[in-house]
């Protein structure tokens, strides 16, 4: 049986602990399993997580259904895998009313339920009639000046603005959603911090330069702010005597905003950082190796609150793991997950989408590139995408000096087989060997000695992808293929140019495509690009 799948039909009755758990969730934005020091990542530092790692459990192998923001959020938000939440599985679609969420259960069970930062998005909540994010009430009224790349929302002051509206002896539930370590970095800042080049940990599929390296420094300090806020808000809880009794979880959306990370189901793309502590009721110094999704959590947070969990609910509980003392293996049928990527950006011709299935297993990887026709990071063209510049979908930055515009400069060099990696076309088929291949650059899926492990891969993902109702396997591409995409300038529908392209004249537009076209013709050799790549165009890897 495959481990989302959840075996009742109805409502699971559950009984409820003699005090409900207060529930506090950190989710990061676009940080990798790996960026926290408590997995022994020497470039950064995040004592407050790694305090929470110490008193609880850490998870080796968890995973974003989705590697891109909304989709990934609305899985955590409903316990259902992407493809079961309609066009909530797509970037910049709406959410669609009949979609439950932990967060309204939990209100209505008497939780004082709240959020700051980033909810559930991007996308258009309003549009089937909620009254607030699907995350919960907003508390962002509370504002700090910050450091170059860093929101403005004061998350930690407006946690307890959040508190001290709590109904007395109300448990309560805070969505901490970080706009960290989204792109739009402060340039330089990691270094200005005191961190160290040579502590940068450069993936094998990237140049390793100077730049690349300052780049990564600039997002680990991105992540050290937000493991500050989570510090303030646990001092909170501690001068309240409430820590004891609040289940503090700690994660993020998707992976890094690197080049084949984030909105790709390689590892470095899907898998996230995921501790959980409550002390009053889960044994600590514990790192578990179960594979869990984030739709795992909202069944989590129900069945600790003592809330029925809807028969809609089809990830489960992670509550018996947690409690049961173990590290490890704990649940033996837990050695696997299947994620999915639909729409990310708007990066394709007609805004098309690159849809994508994978099955993760301890030794193996195998991804299903389900229109191989197409660019999975977005088109080369600059008009199919929607910033007006190539590979939409992979996040670049405001700088020029940022890991996806040294990649794209490699194109046509001795280093074209890392542009490669990061943005070329690839086979409907693709299998790593995980023992020998950790960082997924050997695609293994078209020899001898693998065919049985692909054949059996591929159909236990297609069988579960059948058995749950995904729309690509039930004869229902429409839900994803005419999902509605919101901009902040109005709606586009597929088949047209998104709202923010399209509100542009055809005169302006031409412009703004030649000069697209311009800047990227000529930027390898426009003065703009470092020396340290310069350098690398000029020998082999």
Same mark, same amino acid.
């Given at each position: 049986?495959?481990?989302?799948?959840?075996?009742?039909?109805?409502?699971?009755?559950?009984?409820?602990?003699?005090?409900?758990?207060?529930?506090?969730?950190?989710?990061?934005?676009?940080?990798?399993?790996?960026?926290?020091?408590?997995?022994?990542?020497?470039?950064?530092?995040?004592?407050?997580?790694?305090?929470?790692?110490?008193?609880?459990?850490?998870?080796?192998?968890?995973?974003?259904?989705?590697?891109?923001?909304?989709?990934?959020?609305?899985?955590?938000?409903?316990?259902?895998?992407?493809?079961?939440?309609?066009?909530?599985?797509?970037?910049?679609?709406?959410?669609?009313?009949?979609?439950?969420?932990?967060?309204?259960?939990?209100?209505?069970?008497?939780?004082?339920?709240?959020?700051?930062?980033?909810?559930?998005?991007?996308?258009?909540?309003?549009?089937?009639?909620? #009254?607030?994010?699907? !995350?919960? $009430?907003?508390?962002?009224?509370? /504002?700090? +000046?910050?450091?170059?790349?860093?929101?403005?929302? &004061?998350?930690?002051?407006?946690?307890?603005?959040?508190?001290?509206?709590?109904?007395?002896?109300?448990?309560?539930?805070?969505?901490?959603?970080?706009?960290?370590?989204?792109?739009?970095?402060?340039?330089?800042?990691?270094?200005?911090?005191?961190?160290?080049?040579?502590?940068?940990?450069?993936?094998?599929?990237?140049?390793?330069?100077?730049?690349?390296?300052?780049?990564?420094?600039?997002?680990?300090?991105?992540?050290?702010?937000?493991?500050?806020?989570?510090?303030?808000?646990?001092?909170?809880?501690?001068?309240?005597?409430?820590?004891?009794?609040?289940?503090?979880?700690?994660?993020?959306?998707?992976?890094?905003?690197?080049?084949?990370?984030?909105?790709?189901?390689?590892?470095?793309?899907?898998?996230? #950082?995921?501790?959980? !502590?409550? $002390?009053?009721?889960?044994?600590? /110094?514990? +790192?578990?190796?179960?594979?869990?999704?984030?739709? &795992?959590?909202?069944?989590?947070?129900?069945?600790?609150?003592?809330?029925?969990?809807?028969?809609?609910?089809?990830?489960?509980?992670?509550?018996?793991?947690?409690?049961?003392?173990?590290?490890?293996?704990?649940?033996?049928?837990?050695?696997?997950?299947?994620?999915?990527?639909?729409?990310?950006?708007?990066?394709?011709?007609?805004?098309?989408?690159?849809?994508?299935?994978?099955?993760?297993?301890?030794?193996?990887?195998?991804?299903?590139?389900?229109?191989?026709?197409?660019?999975?990071?977005?088109?080369?063209?600059?008009?199919?995408?929607?910033?007006?510049?190539?590979?939409?979908?992979?996040?670049?930055?405001?700088?020029?000096?940022?890991?996806?515009?040294?990649?794209?400069?490699?194109?046509?060099?001795?280093?074209h087989r890392l542009w490669e990696l990061s943005f070329a076309r690839r086979p409907a088929e693709v299998l790593y060997d995980l023992e020998r291949d950790p960082f997924q650059i050997e695609n293994v899926a078209a020899k001898q000695e693998y065919a049985d492990v692909r054949k059996e891969l591929r159909g236990q993902l297609e069988s579960h992808l059948k058995e749950t109702g995904d729309p690509r396997y039930n004869g229902r591409p429409e839900v994803f293929d005419r999902a509605p995409y919101y901009t902040s300038h109005g709606l586009a529908t597929a088949g047209l140019p998104p709202a923010k392209f399209g509100a542009l004249t055809p005169q302006e537009r031409e412009r703004a495509l030649l000069a697209a076209r311009q800047r990227i013709a000529e930027w390898p050799a426009n003065g703009d690009l470092p020396?340290?790549?310069?350098?690398?165009?000029?020998?082999?890897?």
């Amino acid at each position: 049986m495959l481990l989302s799948v959840l075996l009742a039909s109805a409502v699971l009755p559950v009984s409820a602990p003699t005090e409900r758990p207060n529930i506090l969730l950190v989710v990061m934005d676009d940080v990798s399993w790996r960026h926290v020091s408590a997995t022994g990542c020497r470039a950064v530092s995040t004592p407050a997580m790694d305090r929470m790692a110490k008193n609880g459990v850490r998870f080796e192998f968890a995973f974003c259904p989705a590697p891109a923001c909304a989709p990934s959020r609305a899985s955590l938000l409903t316990g259902r895998a992407p493809w079961q939440n309609g066009e909530a599985a797509c970037h910049f679609a709406g959410f669609p009313k009949e979609l439950v969420t932990y967060p309204h259960l939990l209100a209505n069970a008497g939780y004082h339920v709240g959020m700051t930062g980033k909810g559930w998005g991007p996308g258009d909540w309003k549009e089937s009639g909620r #009254p607030h994010n699907p !995350a919960g $009430p907003a508390f962002d009224d509370q /504002k700090l +000046v910050p450091p170059p790349g860093i929101s403005s929302n &004061d998350y930690s002051g407006n946690f307890a603005s959040f508190l001290a509206r709590r109904p007395k002896d109300a448990p309560f539930c805070f969505w901490f959603g970080a706009n960290e370590a989204h792109r739009g970095f402060g340039p330089g800042r990691g270094s200005t911090e005191g961190k160290k080049l040579a502590d940068a940990e450069v993936l094998p599929y990237w140049p390793d330069t100077d730049d690349i390296r300052s780049d990564l420094l600039d997002y680990y300090a991105e992540i050290e702010w937000v493991d500050r806020q989570l510090g303030l808000m646990l001092q909170q809880l501690e001068r309240a005597s409430m820590l004891e009794n609040t289940l503090v979880v700690i994660t993020a959306d998707n992976g890094m905003p690197f080049p084949r990370c984030k909105s790709n189901l390689y590892d470095y793309g899907a898998r996230v #950082p995921l501790v959980i !502590a409550w $002390p009053k009721r889960i044994p600590g /110094k514990r +790192v578990v190796t179960d594979f869990t999704t984030l739709a &795992d959590l909202a069944p989590t947070f129900l069945e600790a609150a003592g809330a029925p969990v809807p028969s809609s609910v089809t990830a489960r509980s992670l509550l018996p793991l947690l409690t049961s003392g173990k590290s490890g293996r704990v649940e033996k049928p837990r050695n696997h997950v299947v994620l999915a990527k639909e729409q990310h950006a708007w990066c394709q011709p007609q805004g098309q989408i690159a849809a994508m299935r994978a099955i993760r297993t301890d030794k193996h990887l195998f991804i299903l590139n389900l229109r191989p026709n197409l660019w999975p990071n977005g088109d080369p063209d600059p008009q199919h995408n929607w910033n007006l510049e190539p590979f939409g979908d992979v996040d670049g930055g405001s700088e020029r000096r940022t890991a996806k515009y040294l990649l794209m400069a490699l194109r046509n060099g001795p280093q074209h087989r890392l542009w490669e990696l990061s943005f070329a076309r690839r086979p409907a088929e693709v299998l790593y060997d995980l023992e020998r291949d950790p960082f997924q650059i050997e695609n293994v899926a078209a020899k001898q000695e693998y065919a049985d492990v692909r054949k059996e891969l591929r159909g236990q993902l297609e069988s579960h992808l059948k058995e749950t109702g995904d729309p690509r396997y039930n004869g229902r591409p429409e839900v994803f293929d005419r999902a509605p995409y919101y901009t902040s300038h109005g709606l586009a529908t597929a088949g047209l140019p998104p709202a923010k392209f399209g509100a542009l004249t055809p005169q302006e537009r031409e412009r703004a495509l030649l000069a697209a076209r311009q800047r990227i013709a000529e930027w390898p050799a426009n003065g703009d690009l470092p020396k340290s790549i310069a350098d690398l165009l000029a020998k082999p890897r």
